[in-house]
């Protein structure tokens, strides 16, 4: 890995990946495709706006696919794409890292 000059293509996923809750809302999907609601309750702390947000921003990076399943209601599954379904090696090695490094938060 040549740290001397930065690589446009690693600066362009840390935008995608670096945002605020992008990682997680990932590592949600990576199980089975999910509801909004069900993303919305595994991200504590992300709003429905910026959640909606950042399902749009994954979909136009080709991570993520929306599905609409015409019922009554309508039933819209979000899920990921083989792009989307690769950051399994990054969940898995940032998870390994957190396993041996990390605290889990104190509760007040």
Avoid: H, N
Wanted: glycine fraction near 4%.
């Amino acid at each position: 890995m040549d740290c001397e000059t930065p690589c446009p293509k690693y600066e362009r996923a840390m935008k995608v990946l670096g945002k605020k809750w992008t990682c997680l809302m990932l590592r949600c999907l990576l199980a089975e495709p999910r509801r909004f609601t069900e993303i919305s309750t595994y991200v504590d702390g992300l709003s429905d706006r910026l959640l909606s947000q950042r399902l749009q921003e994954l979909e136009d990076e080709g991570i993520v696919t929306r599905q609409v399943f015409d019922r009554r209601p309508v039933v819209v599954e979000y899920s990921l794409t083989p792009k989307g379904q690769a950051f399994r090696r990054i969940a898995e090695a940032i998870q390994e890292w957190a396993d041996e490094w990390a605290q889990a938060p104190t509760t007040a």
